[in-house]
């Protein structure tokens, strides 16, 4: 196994070593894929539990296989990208295509915002902020249309440099999340290193809450610590009614999930909202 440091994340959802396929059956179908445009976002909202409202949507990245409808899901192809160097170029077409998203949606639509998935690897590269800054300067878009979710990786040996970055991206209005909370070995130095405005947190802790008393414990002592550091919590995985009124008992601010809506390649409108569930 890949052991270059303690913050390397298993779970299920995003295999680490995907065990179909190997780097070499992947590598040419990412840059072809890069040069030939063959990616498609997709787009999941994220609901304010307080105002009853899509918050924003989170865009979520699918290649387009060679048969007809075939449809390749990130955990496939995005460990692929980041062990081959290649993580740069994917994360740069999803910024530049979310915000050439934003620039062409209708004026009555001016207030959507994305939140868009970023590789830990991005945050090696001065070239990040560059493609951020001049996306946003060319389209005209506002930058606090945009939300960056990062999540841990064994990539990030070098915080400084990540930080920084971080705080320079958040300086042109963009917020930032730290995703899968809880499901790494570092959670904690993330969030005492980085200048987050969100903890989203792991799906793993967010399934099973109605019965799970750990999972409470757990998922309220977050909800405790982000309230004191001043930042927002998000759930994911969200499936049915119940968890949503407790995830309202605890207090947290955000969820998503199928129960609200799956990924789609169009925004889902807010009258779409199950509103009896946050009642
Ligand atoms: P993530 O950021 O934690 O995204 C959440 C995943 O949960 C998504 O899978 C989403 O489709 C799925 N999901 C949404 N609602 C539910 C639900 O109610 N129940 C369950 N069980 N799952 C739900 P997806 O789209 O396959 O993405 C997997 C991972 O791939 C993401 O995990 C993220 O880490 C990565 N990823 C996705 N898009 C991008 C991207 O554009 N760039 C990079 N670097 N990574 C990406
Ligand atoms: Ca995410
Ligand atoms: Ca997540
Ligand atoms: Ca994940």
Same mark, same amino acid.
């Given at each position: 196994e890949n052991g270059r440091n303690m913050c390397w994340e298993y779970n &299920? %959802? &995003?295999? !680490?070593?995907?065990?179909?396929?190997?780097d070499a059956y992947w590598t040419p179908l990412i840059r072809r894929a890069l040069l030939e445009s063959k990616f498609l976002l997709l787009y999941q909202p994220v609901v304010d539990l307080i105002q009853e409202r899509i918050s924003h949507y989170e865009v979520l990245l699918r290649m387009i296989g060679d048969d007809a409808g075939d449809i390749i899901g990130p955990a496939e192809f995005i460990p692929v990208a980041e062990r081959m160097g290649l993580i740069h170029h994917v994360d740069a077409w999803v910024v530049e295509n979310a915000i050439d998203f934003l620039a062409t949606l209708p004026d009555f639509m001016g207030h959507v915002s994305l939140a868009v998935n970023l590789s830990?690897? =991005?945050? /090696?590269? /001065?070239?990040l902020l560059t493609t951020i800054k001049d996306k946003l300067e060319s389209t005209? !878009? &506002?930058?606090?249309?945009l939300m960056f979710e990062i999540t841990e990786t064994? =990539? !990030? &040996? %070098?915080f400084e440099q990540t930080r920084n970055m971080i705080v320079k991206i958040r300086a042109l209005g963009c917020k930032f999340a730290l995703d899968d909370?809880? =499901?790494?070995?570092c959670s904690f130095s993330y969030l005492k290193k980085f200048p987050v405005d969100f903890i989203k947190i792991d799906g793993q802790f967010i399934q099973n809450l109605v019965d799970d008393e750990t999972d409470q414990v757990l998922v309220k002592s977050i909800v405790e610590i982000a309230a004191k550091l001043g930042k927002k919590t998000i759930a994911e995985y969200v499936e049915n009614a119940a968890l949503v009124r407790k995830l309202q008992d605890i207090g947290i601010d955000l969820a998503q999930g199928y129960f609200f809506g799956s990924p789609s390649r169009t925004l889902q409108p807010s009258?779409?909202?199950?509103i009896e569930a946050l009642i």
């Open positions: &299920d %959802n &995003d295999s !680490v070593l995907s065990k179909r396929h190997s830990s690897y =991005a945050f /090696q590269d /001065q070239t005209w !878009v &506002d930058p606090r249309r064994s =990539a !990030v &040996d %070098n909370f809880g =499901a790494g070995f009258s779409t909202i199950s």
